[in-house]
């Protein structure tokens, strides 16, 4: 049979005829479904590629009544997810595990209130088979929009807005954030440290109320002038730090809820002249490579696997929409661990 020449586009018929299968025998192998013989499948595979078929999108959409994208909503500011390394690595890792399964990735960006009218139209339009949401705050209406469009959602914390209890099944990807904060406390209380301060992440954010319960487990009395709220920002973490040092000059330990503010937090204690890990000791949370080893002291941090909660998350979202497919039950939920990287700063 002749190659085709250039220019030409092969239809599916092509497909079929060099394959000497019917136009439906043909369909059925391109589209993934069941019931044609393995040698068929074969011989339907092999002229797909000997002429380069590519499926008409459209067409493919309306027999597997799947787009294959998946959207990504980080309820963050734009500046923010671009600038915070912890959103590039999540999203890298959602990337590989959908880039994997030939699966699209959009990404659905949140800069005002305004946006969320948008983004429900945008999933209640069909355009996604599921969504990826993380990063989510106590009143945040993302899980009500994915609720009414119907969307598969898999989160990237545990949920804690206010209607989450009652969706008890909600299928989350985190990480062991309170036992991560309660192990870095107590290594800080080993070293002999008495006055360890806190700087906590937003209270309407399951991951900082876990890190802040954490810290609380190991030292229930402490004084709660000893903590102070950031924003998981590094200007916020510097603030929270001065704060801190005017209403505990002689604080000998930090425990920051992330690395970012970590590094603000180093900042100011360097300002005030205060060496650390001989004054200070600090330790932070994520243990992001680009921020912990570039500080100077490296840092002492609780390790999360942070592309990996992102590869998680993928994949418990397209499990559960095969088996939403075979009318299985939806996938449980993950809890990943932590570890405690020991360098230099405590």
């Given at each position: 049979m002749p190659e085709p020449s250039p220019g030409f586009r092969p239809t599916l018929e092509a497909v079929a005829a060099r394959a000497g299968v019917s136009r439906a025998?043909?369909?059925?192998?391109?589209?993934?479904?069941?019931?044609?013989?393995?040698?068929?499948?074969?011989?339907?595979?092999?002229?797909?590629?000997?002429?380069?078929?590519?499926?008409?999108?459209?067409?493919?959409?309306?027999?597997?009544?799947?787009?294959?994208?998946?959207a990504v909503i980080i309820a963050e500011p734009e500046i923010r997810i671009f600038s915070d390394p912890f959103f590039s690595q999540q999203i890298r890792g959602i990337s590989k595990e959908l880039t994997a399964h030939d699966t699209q990735l959009v990404l659905l960006l949140l800069e005002g209130p305004g946006d969320y009218d948008r983004i429900a139209r945008y999933l209640a339009g069909g355009h996604v088979d599921g969504a990826l949401a993380f990063s989510l705050h106590t009143d945040d209406p993302i899980p009500e929009i994915t609720r009414r469009a119907g969307m598969p959602t898999v989160y990237g914390g545990r949920p804690s807005w206010t209607a989450a209890q009652d969706h008890q099944a909600v299928p989350y990807v985190d990480a062991d954030n309170r036992g991560g904060a309660r192990a870095a406390v107590r290594y800080l209380r080993d070293l002999g440290r008495r006055r360890i301060a806190h700087i906590a992440g937003p209270r309407d954010q399951a991951s900082a109320t876990d890190r802040l319960d954490g810290y609380r487990d190991v030292l229930p009395d402490a004084d709660p002038a000893l903590i102070a709220e950031g924003g998981f920002t590094a200007e916020s973490g510097a603030l929270a730090m001065a704060e801190l040092l005017a209403r505990y000059p002689d604080l000998d330990a930090v425990f920051a809820a992330n690395d970012l503010m970590a590094s603000g937090a180093l900042r100011?204690?360097?300002?005030?002249?205060?060496?650390?890990?001989?004054?200070?000791?600090l330790v932070g949370f994520d243990d992001m490579d680009s921020v912990a080893e570039a500080m100077d002291p490296p840092l002492t941090t609780v390790r999360q696997d942070i592309e990996g909660q992102g590869r998680l998350m993928a994949r418990l979202l397209l499990r559960g929409l095969e088996q939403d497919r075979e009318g299985a039950q939806a996938p449980a939920s993950v809890i990943t661990p932590t570890t405690l990287v020991r360098r230099a700063s405590a």
């Amino acid at each position: 049979m002749p190659e085709p020449s250039p220019g030409f586009r092969p239809t599916l018929e092509a497909v079929a005829a060099r394959a000497g299968v019917s136009r439906a025998t043909a369909s059925r192998v391109v589209n993934g479904g069941a019931g044609v013989r393995q040698p068929l499948v074969d011989k339907v595979r092999r002229a797909v590629d000997e002429l380069g078929y590519v499926p008409n999108h459209a067409a493919r959409t309306l027999v597997t009544r799947r787009t294959g994208a998946v959207a990504v909503i980080i309820a963050e500011p734009e500046i923010r997810i671009f600038s915070d390394p912890f959103f590039s690595q999540q999203i890298r890792g959602i990337s590989k595990e959908l880039t994997a399964h030939d699966t699209q990735l959009v990404l659905l960006l949140l800069e005002g209130p305004g946006d969320y009218d948008r983004i429900a139209r945008y999933l209640a339009g069909g355009h996604v088979d599921g969504a990826l949401a993380f990063s989510l705050h106590t009143d945040d209406p993302i899980p009500e929009i994915t609720r009414r469009a119907g969307m598969p959602t898999v989160y990237g914390g545990r949920p804690s807005w206010t209607a989450a209890q009652d969706h008890q099944a909600v299928p989350y990807v985190d990480a062991d954030n309170r036992g991560g904060a309660r192990a870095a406390v107590r290594y800080l209380r080993d070293l002999g440290r008495r006055r360890i301060a806190h700087i906590a992440g937003p209270r309407d954010q399951a991951s900082a109320t876990d890190r802040l319960d954490g810290y609380r487990d190991v030292l229930p009395d402490a004084d709660p002038a000893l903590i102070a709220e950031g924003g998981f920002t590094a200007e916020s973490g510097a603030l929270a730090m001065a704060e801190l040092l005017a209403r505990y000059p002689d604080l000998d330990a930090v425990f920051a809820a992330n690395d970012l503010m970590a590094s603000g937090a180093l900042r100011v204690l360097k300002e005030q002249g205060r060496a650390v890990p001989g004054d200070v000791a600090l330790v932070g949370f994520d243990d992001m490579d680009s921020v912990a080893e570039a500080m100077d002291p490296p840092l002492t941090t609780v390790r999360q696997d942070i592309e990996g909660q992102g590869r998680l998350m993928a994949r418990l979202l397209l499990r559960g929409l095969e088996q939403d497919r075979e009318g299985a039950q939806a996938p449980a939920s993950v809890i990943t661990p932590t570890t405690l990287v020991r360098r230099a700063s405590a």
